[in-house]
Structures are given as C-alpha cells and as structure tokens.
C-alpha cells in the first residue's frame, strides 16, 4: 500500500512526514529509512531469496552462499505442484556431492519456471544471486510471512560470521 505513495525518487520529500506519521501506522517504511534492504530482496535461512517486482509477484532465487558452500550443481529439478506452503520442498539443486532442498520460504504460488535454468544450469552456477529460479505469487493475507524472512544486510551480517561474502 505505501510503496504505490512512496518511490525511491521521492523519498527525501516525505521523510518527514513519514517520521511524524510513525512506524504505527506503516512499520514497512523501517527498510527504507535505515537502508538495510537496499537491494529489495528478503531471504530465508535456507539461502533463499525473493524479490518483489509487482504487488504480490516477485522473483524467488538461492544465493551464491550454496555455491561457496556446496560445489557447483548440475542440475535443477523442479517438483510439479504450483501451490506450495511455508517450509515445503519446492525443487532441488543436484551436484555429484550434494543435493539441496530448495524450500517455500512462505505460502506462495510459482507463477512461472525461468526454463533458461533449468536447461542451461551453467547459467545459475555463473551468478546465483542475479539469477531468479522462478516467478511466485504470494496472496495478500500471507505477506505476513514476509516479515520473518531476512533483510540482505542481516543476512550478509549473519552468514559473513562463516566466512562466506556475498556477491551482490
């Protein structure tokens, strides 16, 4: 609801109304003002990310942590049910070492599969980050679930304590 008032562009125009208006009323506007969610995208534990590129439509990838921790993979499969809940299996990322669980980091809908990834798995491997998997749809009663998932610079923060810097 804020964002269709509040644009990059304008920002510096109604911060001050923003600020006398209070985080009550809209707590959303905390990413913008104190910049930990420069580049948009939230992330679960599971090294998921997801983006919003329209109001309830956003674009769902892995970070280049799986790539710095597990080996290149092989191979994407992707299981055929388009609902899926909160913590589910949602496809997975196959190497000669390694198989990772991609899991729903919230109820959500694959709208649409990027099918360049799963036919050329070169391309993933190059750049996971910059990569999306998917298009989801996430309902608006469920955007709640949003608010458990990580801002970039939290995630940076905790898994930075590993040794791992992510390339954004």
């Not at 983006?51 to 994407?76: A, M, P, Q, R």
């Not at 990322?93 to 809908?109: G, V």
């Not at 679930?145 to 954004?168: A, C, D, P, V």
Request: proline letters at 2%; one cysteine or more.
């Amino acid at each position: 609801m804020l964002e269709q008032y509040v644009t990059k562009e304008n920002i510096l125009t109604v911060l001050p109304a923003l600020c006398i208006i209070g985080y009550k009323f809209y707590p959303e506007i905390k990413d913008w003002l104190f910049h930990e969610n420069i580049d948009g995208k939230l992330y679960s534990d599971n090294h998921v990310w997801i983006k919003e590129i329209g109001y309830n439509t956003f674009l769902l990838g892995v970070s280049d942590y799986l790539n710095k921790k597990y080996s290149n993979f092989n191979l994407v499969s992707f299981k055929e049910n388009t609902k899926y809940r909160k913590n589910t299996k949602i496809a997975t990322l196959i190497s000669l070492h390694n198989n990772f669980e991609i899991r729903a980091p919230c109820d959500l809908r694959i709208e649409e599969i990027n099918k360049e990834v799963n036919s050329n798995i070169t391309e993933l491997c190059k750049n996971y980050e910059g990569t999306p998997l998917m298009k989801i749809s996430i309902k608006k009663e469920n955007r709640n679930q949003l608010n458990e998932l990580l801002s970039t610079l939290n995630y940076q923060n905790k898994y930075m304590s590993e040794g791992t810097i992510l390339n954004n």
